[in-house]
């Protein structure tokens, strides 16, 4: 919400305090003000100029030389706009005026013309374009007849002025209309509020002579009024009405629908206006839409309606969508004579579906879907007709043709004092706070100790007791809060070691080479259970946002696939990601989802780059596993992980293996499928994905240092062929349960298949090491050792390569 201290200080008087004083109060009474913006920009030297002739320009086609009366001088400026003409009055930036953007003005020639300046268009001076009338988006604004040359040009395009830009909460939807704004701004400056006086003439032919109206549709549209205004005059609004919309962020159009923008943004009541004409059957039906039913709206988009959707009629065709925007069939033109106001209460969950439905959001849908003030949908409508009276010329006629079941009963709060200084923990009186609620205004009764509340219908936020003690509390000033210390025993900080584990995981990670990403919780249903360790029934949201996030992940490797592929699209050919993050698997006995922490990672690309030695390593299986099992080794748990080659959807079936720890199966790492890495345009990819939360919580015994051994160790090699279905790992098993308590390493370095080893088989060669910290070991000792490991592993059908 934009809000114009200028326009403000028509309802309240904030005079003898700076906008940016104003912004801290209005920001520490609980609407946060986001910016001050300074319309002027701090511009000088921008006055009123008449054009007193206009001739081209003998040199360039596109330029004319003007003579302008600047108030002390006839001037000669070059002008390029288009629309330039002799007898205009027009916007000039003198010499040694600075425009917003860090524009200079001095003189200059052009084409061998001396040029003294410059004439503006309202873009020049910061208003945006979309905010400019669309007669003068493409050249110069032309002032007024009444403008005076010399005189400064800034208080008349209402550039004198301070816009406040509200961050509204969604509860305060009255603060989405100047009125709202107002009634804030007086109670805080304990000021008196001025609201606008509704006096006109009316015809003394009836409304209800002229139009009928026929509403079907009362649940979602329980109030309906429409004012009759003839002998319209269309034309530019008056220039303060124009710069209140510009300032409002509103772009001008025409006094008839500009009247019912700025009855919008100072009421919060949302109007339309039809051509009572184009109506042609002068009647009004408010209905539901048909099957199919179709509407071109004010875009000049056709869009397709749905039987939910409610519409505005004449009895035959929609000419309205109603809560979001008019028809174009009926759209007030510059032929308009006469004029059909709308003032409705519509339901907010109908404009919201519509607006949602259709792709359309507006200023009026906005303001409907927060809730509209009940007591000002007429009024609303008064205001306007006395608008169109007073600028358009027009002749208003009597009475409003009115349907109204609408409730405008006040919400009745009863609460006692006590409760509200209990709750607040600090000793207000009942005088403050009657004091309080008389400045919001706020109609209060103090009957037998407790306060009576009315909450006025402009404030559609306040429902419960608790609204009231905000309300008491803000105005009061949170900063009178008292600030204590809780009454407890203090115990010192420190991580939990879950938290501990957890740091180190991270740490390592890092450490290793990996960025943390962290991915949404919510996926699509298709994603949900894609590569999970466990699945269960999927928690689906009431209200998702898209299809796309509409239910709780599984498994966190398809968000980072995701991202993987978003940074190769852009060419960061070589991604390492990793994140700590809950997977969601049903639900707990508290209807809550279980939340369970993992921890995954992917690569792909270049693991090694080093271009000046020439030396390039690119990911692999090994690569990962190597982080993965460095990982384990930090937290202590490397002796008790092993891995099993598995087969896993959207996994590589000769790529893949479960992770295990103590046996049981804690993860699963790979290469994604080719298929999968093809439809996301990834190269070789390789993902892991492990129960952090299985991990960090295994009880791992204290780490013990021993002192370096004086002792020699023995080495023996051993090559073994064996199918090539046998893993490497199901081996060092065998070795190392055979091996006993002398063997202390073993180790893998390598793996041959091709000539002098048979189809089907494969040679894997192992180092092991013996060692007895308090001896030196006998040839016989390792010996009688080492014939217990390979009688152990030809019981496993491995044979000894000769």
């Not at 007591?375 to 208003?396: C, F, K, P, T």
């Not at 692999?620 to 008790?640: C, H, P, S, W, Y």
Request: aromatic fraction near 6%; include cysteine; charged fraction near 25%.
């Amino acid at each position: 919400m934009l809000v114009s201290t200028k326009w403000l200080n028509e309802y309240v008087n904030t005079g003898g305090i700076t906008p940016a004083e104003l912004a801290e109060k209005i920001t520490r009474s609980g609407i946060e003000v986001d910016s001050i913006i300074d319309r002027s920009h701090g511009m000088t030297n921008v006055v009123v100029g008449y054009v007193k002739e206009c001739v081209k320009h003998p040199e360039a086609d596109k330029l004319n030389i003007c003579q302008v009366d600047v108030g002390e001088e006839v001037t000669q400026i070059i002008c390029g706009a288009p629309n330039v003409a002799e007898g205009q009055k027009v916007i000039v930036a003198r010499p040694g005026a600075v425009l917003p953007g860090g524009m200079k003005i001095k003189k200059a020639k052009l084409r061998g013309e001396e040029s003294n300046g410059m004439i503006c268009s309202l873009q020049e001076l910061g208003i945006e374009g979309k905010l400019v009338a669309k007669a003068y988006a493409e050249g110069i604004y032309v002032l007024p007849e009444g403008a005076v040359p010399g005189e400064s040009a800034l208080p008349l395009l209402g550039l004198d002025d301070t816009v406040l830009e509200f961050d509204l909460t969604p509860n305060r939807s009255d603060a989405l209309s100047m009125l709202g704004v107002a009634y804030e701004v007086a109670a805080i400056l304990s000021e008196e509020i001025h609201l606008p006086k509704i006096d006109y003439k009316t015809s003394e032919v009836k409304a209800e002579d002229m139009l009928k109206l026929r509403v079907d549709a009362p649940d979602v549209n329980p109030m309906y009024v429409a004012k009759v205004v003839k002998n319209v005059k269309i034309a530019e609004s008056p220039l303060w009405l124009q710069n209140y919309l510009m300032a409002a962020g509103v772009r001008p159009h025409n006094n008839v629908v500009d009247i019912t923008n700025y009855v919008l943004m100072e009421y919060g009541q949302p109007l339309h206006a039809f051509d009572y004409d184009r109506l042609e059957t002068g009647e009004i039906v408010v209905r539901h839409a048909l099957e199919g039913e179709k509407i071109t709206t004010l875009d000049e988009v056709e869009r397709t309606l749905q039987p939910h959707h409610l519409v505005i009629t004449n009895g035959q065709q929609p000419v309205a969508l109603a809560g979001v925007m008019g028809g174009a069939n009926s759209e007030v033109h510059d032929g308009t004579t006469t004029v059909v106001i709308e003032s409705a209460y519509f339901a907010g969950s109908s404009v919201r579906q519509t607006s949602k439905d259709v792709g359309l959001r507006s200023d009026a849908s906005t303001r409907f879907e927060k809730g509209v003030d009940p007591n000002r949908v007429l009024e609303a409508a008064e205001r306007a007709a006395q608008l169109m009276s007073d600028i358009a010329g027009g002749e208003v006629l009597a009475n409003s043709v009115l349907f109204d079941e609408l409730d405008k009963t006040a919400e009745r709060i009863t609460i006692s004092p006590d409760y509200i200084n209990s709750r607040l923990g600090m000793k207000i009186s009942m005088d403050e706070m009657l004091t309080i609620l008389e400045r919001l205004r706020i109609p209060t009764q103090a009957i037998n100790g407790q306060l009576v509340i009315d909450a006025p219908t402009r404030r559609q936020d306040l429902r419960i007791k608790e609204d009231i003690i905000e309300e008491i509390a803000r105005m009061h000033g949170y900063d009178e809060i008292p600030k204590t210390l809780p009454i407890t025993e203090s115990t010192p900080g420190g991580l939990t070691p879950y938290q501990a584990k957890r740091r180190i995981v991270r740490q390592y990670l890092e450490g290793a080479g990996l960025d943390q990403a962290i991915t949404y919780s919510l996926t699509s249903k298709e994603q949900a259970q894609a590569y999970a360790l466990e699945t269960a029934p999927v928690t689906e949201l009431l209200m998702p946002m898209s299809e796309e996030r509409s239910v709780l992940r599984q498994s966190l490797v398809p968000h980072l696939l995701e991202v993987a592929t978003y940074n190769v699209a852009r060419r960061i050919d070589s991604v390492a990601l990793y994140e700590t993050g809950s997977v969601f698997l049903g639900m707990e006995e508290d209807g809550l989802p279980r939340e369970v922490e993992h921890v995954a990672a992917v690569m792909t690309g270049k693991w090694v780059d080093h271009a000046w030695q020439g030396e390039t390593k690119k990911v692999d299986f090994f690569v990962l596993k190597g982080i993965v099992e460095g990982m384990m080794n930090r937290l202590g748990l490397a002796d008790r992980l092993s891995f099993e080659q598995s087969v896993v959807d959207g996994m590589h079936p000769g790529r893949t293996a479960t992770i295990l720890l103590n046996g049981e199966r804690i993860g699963l790492i790979g290469q994604i499928h080719p298929t999968e890495q093809k439809k996301r345009d990834l190269k070789e990819t390789y993902v892991m994905e492990m129960n952090l939360k299985q991990v960090l919580t295994v009880a791992t015994e204290d780490l013990i240092y021993v002192p370096v051994p004086r002792f020699p160790s023995i080495s023996r090699d051993i090559a073994l062929v064996v199918s090539t279905v046998t893993s490497a790992g199901a081996l060092e098993s065998v070795i190392r349960q055979a091996g006993g308590k002398l063997l202390k390493d073993v180790k893998l370095f390598d793996l041959y298949e091709g000539e002098n080893v048979e189809e089907g088989k494969k040679s894997l060669a192992f180092s092991l090491t013996y060692f007895d910290p308090e001896r030196t070991l006998t040839d016989e000792e390792v010996v009688k050792v080492h014939d217990k490991v390979l009688n152990a592993l030809t019981e496993a059908n491995a044979q000894l390569r000769g």
